[in-house]
């Protein structure tokens, strides 16, 4: 019965609440709650945070469900919701993916304040004023919660902690962020300005918070942190392994966009740092994908040439002289080379892994000189401006 119910859903279905008096006023903040098969955690969710917000938000609100392809009860759940909470609606679409759903949720939001929260509720709800508050008043574009920063409680499991501050130390180095926490399910963007970023952002799963942040700080965009008590939950649908790696190619094909100028920027790039970092994770990603049809520094001589004859239309527009490419590929190649084959010296049965990690120090080896260079040279620059001055 329930399977024929499902099938006569519509793709996207709005479902509104009972006609509402005359004196409601429209929504100041509209958050989304994106889901996908969670019939047993949505109603307790919905309802706490629908509770929490009458009583301690002092303005208009929406609460809105963004279903994205459920195959259990949880459309039907979110339909009684909606019919049942006057500030409560929902969306239903065809296909999976967090960014999907959020996309549909914002873009259909006339609020001026539009935000979402995972509907675990992992997130203390006592940080959601705090987080909207520099929105409304107008000091802040976009807001986010940070388990990374000061002042932060959180209680996880040291994996996930391990994964977390791993992958936000990557952004660090890679794309040069300068916000704590991409990942954390608590954020909010005024409406004007999720409008101008959204065409823009092109991943539709996990990774769309990242790409939504870096694309903001980059156009000059102003993000507010609030340090949040979080509380992971332990049931947790994320699946770590396939979720890291399309990070990792979200992560260089948004590096490869920024050095070639196809996002907006309101602050100078780092056109050389972007790019051979971008290369170097393709590096590793296609040597992963290889390694098992080859020998090691067979499969480190193509991957790594491959992605350097790739890389060159934008390595060769650095802001300092580059090295001549053939010399810097032999030296990149011979340097991989030599740490394969010290790995397999000192460790015969090192699997893939281990020589992903010794690649990975390789690239950091050649990397660390240039960016001293680099940073010894431009501060000899500012001191030279400051003594013209």
């Known amino acids: ?178 916000f704590s926490d991409a990942q954390c399910g608590f954020k909010a963007v ?48 994320v699946d770590l392994l396939p979720t890291a790696l399309a990070d990792l190619r979200g992560i260089a094909r948004v590096g490869l966009a920024l050095a070639r100028g196809a996002l907006p920027s309101g602050r100078p790039s780092r056109s050389y740092a972007v790019p051979v970092t971008v290369m170097a994770l393709a590096h590793l990603l296609l040597y992963a994908a290889l390694r098992p049809a080859a020998a090691a520094q067979a499969v480190n001589a193509l991957s790594l040439m491959a992605c350097w004859v790739l890389a060159q239309p934008v390595l060769g527009r650095p802001p300092l002289p580059a090295p001549p490419a053939l010399p810097a590929l032999a030296a990149r190649l011979a340097v991989t080379a030599g740490s394969l084959a010290l790995l397999r010296h000192a460790a015969p049965g090192a699997g893939l892994r281990a020589e992903l990690a010794v690649l990975a120090a390789a690239h950091l080896s050649l990397a660390l000189p240039v960016a001293v260079a680099r940073s010894a040279r431009g501060g000899r620059r500012c001191r030279t401006g400051s003594a013209a001055s």
């Not at 991943?203 to 008590?229: K, M, N, Q, S």
């Open 1 to 178: 019965m329930r399977k024929n119910i499902m099938n006569r859903l519509p793709v996207i279905l709005p479902v509104p609440a009972p006609p509402p008096p005359a004196h409601r006023a429209e929504p100041v903040l509209d958050l989304a709650v994106p889901v996908f098969n969670e019939e047993a955690d949505l109603e307790p969710s919905v309802r706490r945070l629908h509770a929490h917000l009458r009583e301690t938000f002092p303005y208009p609100f929406r609460i809105t469900v963004a279903d994205n392809a459920s195959t259990d009860a949880t459309p039907l759940i979110a339909a009684r919701l909606a019919a049942e909470l006057p500030e409560v609606e929902w969306i239903r679409l065809a296909e999976k993916g967090r960014g999907r759903a959020l996309r549909a949720a914002w873009s259909a939001s006339s609020a001026p304040v539009v935000g979402y929260l995972d509907v675990d509720l992992s997130t203390g709800l006592t940080a959601l004023l705090p987080l909207v508050a520099p929105l409304l008043s107008g000091h802040s574009d976009l807001a986010i919660g940070t388990r990374l920063a000061p002042g932060a409680r959180v209680v996880r499991g040291p994996k996930r902690e391990a994964v977390s501050r791993c992958y936000n130390v990557l952004l660090r180095c890679t794309l040069s962020v300068g």
């Open 190 to 237: 005024r409406r004007d300005a999720a409008a101008r970023l959204l065409p823009l952002v092109r991943d539709t799963g996990w990774f769309f918070d990242t790409e939504l942040l870096v694309i903001a700080e980059r156009a000059g965009l102003r993000i507010h942190e609030v340090p949040v008590d979080w509380v992971d939950d332990p049931d947790s649908r």
